[in-house]
């Protein structure tokens, strides 16, 4: 069965055994108002410099185009601070860069501004960790519209929306992976994972490859397993996610940085932030040391050979084959595809393949000759139909 970029069995997905705290939608309800807050100041300081963010000057692409690029300052944040602190999966903490960023958007009061809202970001930590339910917060479904689903949180405002298919697809995850047809108790975690997602933002950061570009590496590698996905976006039954409390429920294997995989073919495509690329490639090196058994990793990041995640990829000793596809030649699953009518988005930047494995894995995993080819032609799916260019990212 395949529903909205998903390949799934019909068989249960063994219970996945990963220790998470419970939940309440309470608690992730006022996780996300504080997000919103956290936002609101920072923008609010930059804005006294006539900086809007995201609108920051950032110097390298400003010369080469020759006007302001995008920044998504708190995106790079919560995604560099979650790399190495997962108190809070939303709310940064203590992270050298979002200065750095800062100063790069030419900001004259950045470290007062980075000072400023690390501590209301810390703050913040610690009134979500006191939350109490306040308000009767039951969630209910209109499931009343043709092509989409809403779930609200008690009789509140706060409810978000689903187009249908993928309210279906994530009805056979929460199945596959709970073994449970519970289905009040799918619409809650249904809520918490898009209240997450939709707090989380960036969703840029989120995308994914097409799904002809998917069958092309499972056909000829044989993967079936992603490091970097969510129940919203995930083709396979087996992935690797971020949030593992919201997200276990729906089949997630956890974060792909806790885990040492031994065996097996996966697809690696990490959000653009630089210092998670860079984990991801030595994390992957480590997982292809470590092992003697046949192991095959897939690589899609931007052609940005000025960063550390590029450069170690390419000098990797475990390279079999590396390739790049000019941006205007392909698309992304766009990472709001669960929202939008239009599941495609043009590439902003060039990408750059590496095909990573030991020899064990080169042995049954062979990297055909016609591969570059056939993967080419996959990353073209909605071009001749017209992509959206919205939530583009910069490094």
């Not at 495509?269 to 690329?277: G, R, T």
């Amino acid at each position: 069965m395949d529903l909205v970029n998903l390949d799934i069995e019909n068989e249960r997905t063994a219970a996945v055994e990963i220790q998470t705290s419970e939940l309440t939608v309470a608690e992730e309800v006022h996780r996300a108002a504080r997000v919103g807050n956290l936002r609101t100041a920072l923008q609010r300081e930059c804005k006294k410099e006539n900086k809007p963010v995201p609108l920051l000057v950032y110097e390298r692409e400003c010369k080469k185009e020759n006007k302001p690029v995008p920044l998504l300052v708190y995106e790079r944040w919560q995604g560099r601070s979650y790399l190495v602190d997962q108190s809070d999966p939303l709310l940064p903490g203590e992270d050298e860069g979002l200065l750095k960023d800062l100063v790069r958007g030419e900001l004259q009061q950045a470290p007062k501004i980075a000072k400023y809202i690390t501590k209301q970001a810390l703050k913040a930590r610690e009134a979500v960790k006191d939350t109490v339910a306040k308000e009767d917060l039951t969630i209910w479904v209109n499931n009343n519209k043709t092509n989409q689903v809403d779930v609200h949180a008690g009789s509140r405002r706060e409810y978000h929306t689903i187009n249908r298919s993928h309210y279906d697809k994530l009805w056979l995850l929460f199945k596959s992976a709970s073994d449970s047809d519970d289905q009040a108790a799918f619409h809650e975690k249904l809520f918490l994972i898009l209240q997450r997602y939709a707090s989380l933002g960036g969703h840029g950061y989120q995308a994914a490859l097409p799904a002809s570009a998917f069958t092309v590496i499972h056909n000829e590698l044989k993967v079936d397993c992603e490091c970097f996905a969510s129940p919203l976006n995930c083709r396979y039954k087996r992935y690797y996610s971020a949030f593992p409390d919201t997200d276990c429920c729906f089949g997630s294997l956890g974060s792909f940085f806790k885990d040492l995989p031994k065996s097996g073919s996966y697809e690696a495509n990490p959000p653009f932030v630089p210092e998670i690329m860079t984990s991801c490639v030595e994390h992957i090196e480590k997982c292809l040391q470590n092992s003697d058994q046949p192991l095959s990793f897939f690589i899609v990041i931007p052609t940005w050979k000025e960063v550390r995640s590029w450069n170690i990829a390419n000098k990797s000793a475990y390279l079999k084959l590396t390739f790049d596809i000019p941006a205007s030649q392909h698309t992304f699953f766009d990472g709001a595809q669960h929202i939008r009518r239009s599941l495609h988005r043009q590439s902003s930047y060039a990408s750059s393949i590496f095909i990573l494995q030991n020899d064990a894995g080169a042995e049954k995993y062979p990297v055909a000759e016609n591969l570059q080819n056939l993967f080419e032609s996959g990353m073209k799916q909605g071009l001749d139909t017209g992509v959206s260019r919205r939530n583009v990212v910069y490094v």
